[in-house]
């Protein structure tokens, strides 16, 4: 597993489990026990997917039935809009790790820049109390735009470690990478197979049939090879072991731009400047 180095000296796996829209059950625990089992490291929840609980389970039986620790894992989860505010942060953060069965997080995310400036920065100012009392390893965030880290970055004391987004070939972000590496923020994205949709492209399987991969192993061996962090979903054993199957391969470069090529600047997701989270 390779890791990237974020600016703090910290490490994170650059390959994780994804599981939003992952219903908080069995599915959940054993998509995440086979992940880890299979050789991920790094697994990625959020309050708001409401499967934290299940995550957790999933991460203490794999924990069980192997020779990894704690400290072997890197965990992530998320703070929603309706936790915001430089009080409520550390409530929230605490009621995740219950919800997980943990004792800490390896890196916790601001979910969405929201629309009110003030509340951003407020909210931020809770994620600094939580870095500066040793709570959590790492302070990222998660959907925010140029705009959004000029604001955070004039008015913060800690700067984010990570900035998670929507990254595929239909929508490359090349302004906000540029900008992420100028400030050595780590870029990571997700739903990086676009809820399976970027799969079906011409160009995609093209590349695959080139060099005997599967068009997902494809998506994330473009994601690495721009140094991105990714963190694709599945809950089939096959795919998750595929998916980080990754590392004994290259894209060339004539593939990587035609891959590039595809932007559309097309999201599956909200647009960051119009999201309150409804």
Not at 19 to 27: G, K, P
Not at 82 to 99: F, H, I, K, M, P
Not at 171 to 198: C, D, F, G
Not at 210 to 219: F, H, L
């Amino acid at each position: 597993m390779k890791h990237v180095t974020f600016y703090n000296g910290n490490q994170m796996p650059q390959v994780g489990l994804g599981v939003f829209r992952v219903e908080n059950n069995d599915t959940a625990k054993e998509a995440v026990k086979h992940a880890i089992k299979s050789g991920y490291r790094s697994i990625d929840t959020a309050m708001i997917y409401q499967n934290e609980e299940k995550v957790g389970e999933g991460i203490r039986e794999a924990l069980a039935e192997t020779d990894l620790t704690r400290e072997d894992l890197f965990i992530t989860s998320k703070l929603w809009l309706t936790d915001y505010g430089r009080e409520n942060v550390a409530a929230a953060y605490q009621a995740s790790l219950d919800r997980l069965g943990l004792d800490y997080l390896d890196l916790y995310l601001v979910h969405w820049p929201g629309l009110d400036e003030d509340v951003m920065i407020d909210t931020w100012k809770g994620m600094e109390d939580l870095y500066h009392d040793q709570k959590v390893k790492n302070i990222g965030v998660s959907n925010f735009n140029v705009e959004h880290l000029d604001k955070l970055l004039a008015a913060s004391r800690i700067k984010p470690v990570i900035n998670q987004v929507e990254f595929h070939p239909y929508l490359t972000q090349k302004r906000l990478r540029v900008y992420l590496e100028a400030q050595n923020i780590q870029m990571e994205s997700w739903s990086p197979l676009m809820n399976a949709q970027i799969l079906e492209d011409d160009t995609v399987k093209k590349v695959a049939e080139e060099i005997g991969k599967s068009p997902a192993q494809v998506i994330i061996r473009w994601n690495i090879q721009h140094g991105v962090v990714t963190i694709p979903k599945s809950t089939t054993p096959s795919r998750i072991e595929e998916n980080l199957n990754v590392f004994d391969f290259e894209l060339s470069l004539a593939q990587m731009e035609a891959l590039d090529a595809l932007n559309e600047d097309r999201r599956i997701g909200p647009d960051p400047l119009q999201f309150n989270g409804k």
